[in-house]
């Protein structure tokens, strides 16, 4: 136990001693500059990130714009052109029922 | 604080003067802490300017003025551990680029008296930095804090955002690794001619 203390106490001892042989170092003459031109540098690499996602985003915009106005508007009118309205629809398919109604036809 | 709560208000608001006077202030403190954390002298600088770029792109998250210095300690502390873990694998080779380099200075010192000192010096630095890289990265950071820094537990809390027990327990751990480390080798010429324990050359 009392040998332990004695290492523990060295060892407190090695630390004292090696914060006084590490002292705090003078910042060199480059270091604001050299400092200022990184929060620049990752300014602008941010900056070009957000441009390229912008210019990403605006080249995907006008591709699906291309894409419904080239395909999807066309089939969508064709579509219409070729069909008929609903009520043309009901009316062809209970022509009949008319017909028969007046006759007398079958109930 | 070495600075106004008035100062860091300013800077949060994009005042890149206001921001320039912090990391006036601050800078040598932040400097030794991270040469005493990396153990190596010729990337502190660059750990540094990490480490007040890191502020400036994250001051406005800062809730209040209040809590600056353990905000600033958190980023040094981040910043050193990224630092250390890129070295992990070249640690070997670092002690002894570390002892050649202190070396060179050691000679390039004038006087014999002088130069003894920085001797000794280069021995404890050398010495507890191969003590202190017998934990991991985190524990090496967090020894260096209290113990070496003199960081008390309730701002280690601050910095850490973990409660005081569980930051004593991971200490008494870490501290016990570096205790047995240190008997290992408190026969060794290092410490012998540090000025710790006694001469033994016997292996």
Redesign the interface.
Known sequence: MDR?QD??D??????A???M????????AD??P??WK??EA?RVATVSVFRHWAQVCVMATVALTLLIGAVLIPRLQDNAASSSSYLEALSAEHSGDYIHMLAGGPR | MLVEFELIERARSGDDGAFNQIVQAYRKRILGTISRTIGRPEDVEDVGQEVFLRLYYSLDQLRTPEVFEPWLYRLTVNAAYDYLRRQRRRQESRMSDLSEQQVMLADAAAGGKRRDEEQRRTKIRELAQSLLGQVSEEDRILLTLKEVEGLSLKELEKIYKVNENALKVRLFRARQRVLKAFGAKENSEAVSKAGFGSVDDSE
Not at chain 1, 10 to 15: E, G, H, I, T
């Open positions: 332990m290492q523990g060295k060892l407190d001892a090695l630390f001693e090696y914060r042989a590490c002292p705090d170092p003078e910042p060199g270091f604001m050299a400092m990184r929060i990752r």
